[in-house]
């Protein structure tokens, strides 16, 4: 599987943000796709996550603010940031494996497809 992102870029405080993520290179079936992120500094976080079902998960940190979705039959992957704050500034990754969702879905462990990453900065 190959994962693109796009959409990051710079934002003020309390402004938004929508990531995509386009997949290819498999045949759909059950897959759980996440969002991680790298702030400077810090460990890598996981921020959300959806599987083929539609079922979702968001990290406390962004739930409220964040809405993970996908398209699957553009195999695309969104995730809309809105009330951004300067903690979320960071590397956003995609990230895609070929099973549903598990309770370990922060865990990069989790995943075997990454996408290059995009960079969020909100000042």
């Known amino acids: 599987v190959q994962l693109v992102e796009s959409g990051g870029g710079s934002v003020q405080a309390g402004g938004s943000l929508r990531l995509s993520c386009a997949a290819s290179?498999?045949?759909?079936?059950?897959?759980?796709m996440g969002w991680f992120r790298q702030a400077p500094g810090k460990e890598g976080e996981g921020v959300a996550a959806?599987?083929?079902?539609?079922?979702?998960v968001y990290a406390d940190s962004v739930k409220g603010r964040f809405t993970i979705s996908h398209d699957r039959s553009k195999n695309m992957g969104y995730l809309q940031m809105n009330n951004l704050k300067p903690e979320d500034t960071g590397i956003y990754y995609c990230?895609?494996?070929?099973?549903?969702?598990?309770?370990?879905?922060?865990?990069?462990?989790?995943?075997?497809?990454w996408g290059q990453g995009t960079q969020v900065t909100v000042s």
């Open positions: 959806i599987d083929s079902g539609g079922s979702t």
């Open positions: 290179g498999y045949t759909y079936r059950s897959y759980c």
């Open positions: 990230a895609a494996d070929l099973r549903r969702c598990s309770i370990s879905w922060y865990r990069r462990q989790e995943y075997n497809s």
